[in-house]
């Protein structure tokens, strides 16, 4: 079992920068590609970045490509999104997700373990 804890949303105007962080209990993190999404209201949840076991790899998302960088510190059990230039459309609850099989998945369904999500609000 891993239990994953988002932080770090909030309120930013447009061109601003967040950084979230999600913590993950257990002493196996290292065994999991860790993945950010996001899911804006109506919306299905989107992928947005995923990182490697070893945080060697990384795989990003068009939309956000350029913007947005995933990092990881396996001795913290900790995955990080560094969010810059910030857009109204990345407003959305970010989830973060961890999958011990796959290498640098990107659909939901490939991940066995979500956080409970944070609240990133952009203003105009």
């Known amino acids: 079992q891993v239990q994953l804890v988002e932080s770090g949303g909030g309120l930013v105007q447009a061109g601003g920068s967040l950084r979230l962080s999600c913590a993950a209990s257990?002493?196996?993190?290292?065994?999991?590609?860790m993945g950010w999404f996001r899911q804006a209201p109506g919306k299905e949840r989107e992928f947005v970045v995923v990182i490697s076991r070893s945080g060697g790899s990384t795989y990003t998302a068009d939309s956000v490509k350029g913007r947005f960088t995933i990092s990881r510190d396996n001795a913290k059990n900790t995955v990080y999104l560094q969010m810059n230039s910030l857009k109204p459309d990345d407003t959305a609850v970010y989830y973060c997700?961890?999958?011990?099989?796959?290498?640098?998945?990107?659909?939901?369904?490939?991940?066995?373990?979500w956080g409970q999500g944070t609240q990133v609000t952009v203003s105009s």
């Open positions: 997700a961890a999958d011990r099989w796959g290498s640098l998945p990107t659909e939901p369904h490939d991940y066995e373990y």
């Open positions: 257990g002493r196996t993190f290292s065994m999991y590609a």
